[in-house]
């Protein structure tokens, strides 16, 4: 198995959650900003995507940093040692958390990128449909893919998932609606 294949395994779980953070996020974000012009929705969009990548980042870093520093410490009673920092199973896991969470925030951006690709090529009142339908299948995707791995029904993981993505999207347009009829 090539190294980046190795990588890809390792990290599924942040690719995924990232992955369905940015596409649902951001599909929230542009459902919200409906009504506007298709270059406001883009910039809101690519900006949400982008923030929820570092923000995925970086909660992925201290989640998984917290992990495996507790991880570290079972392994240091075990062996009876007072200090692991220095050596080679400490530093591969380190570079292991930095690998993480960043898998973790560059699904949440290439994600995010799906709901938003639509207003550059339609126009908005076409887009939010598009937007709803990508993330609907993308999001049927990762599950299907998420439940090959873990050897589960993978028709019933994609439905699974490509319902949340509709759950969010009826959410998203409710709270739209709400305040725009609220506000005139």
Known sequence: MSRYLEIIEATLGNITR???????????????????????????????????????????????????????????????????ENTTLHKTKKKQVRIKALMDGLSSVLGA??????????????????????TAIFAFAIGFLSG??????????????ALIALTVAVVATLIQQGIHITLR
């Open 18 to 84: 990232g992955a369905i953070d940015g596409i649902l996020t951001t599909l929230g974000i542009v459902i919200g900003a409906y009504g506007a012009e298709s270059t406001i929705i883009i910039a809101a969009g690519i900006s949400g995507g982008v923030a929820s990548g570092l923000s995925n980042t970086f909660a992925a870093l201290s989640a998984e940093r917290t992990e495996m520093e507790v991880g570290m410490k079972e392994i240091r009673k075990s062996m009876l040692r007072e200090e692991m």
């Open 113 to 134: 990128s799906v709901p938003v690709a639509p207003y550059f090529f339609f126009p908005a009142e076409q887009a939010v449909f598009i937007a709803v339908t990508l």
């Open 148 to 161: 090959k791995v873990s050897e589960k029904h993978l028709i019933r993981m994609g439905i699974k998932m």
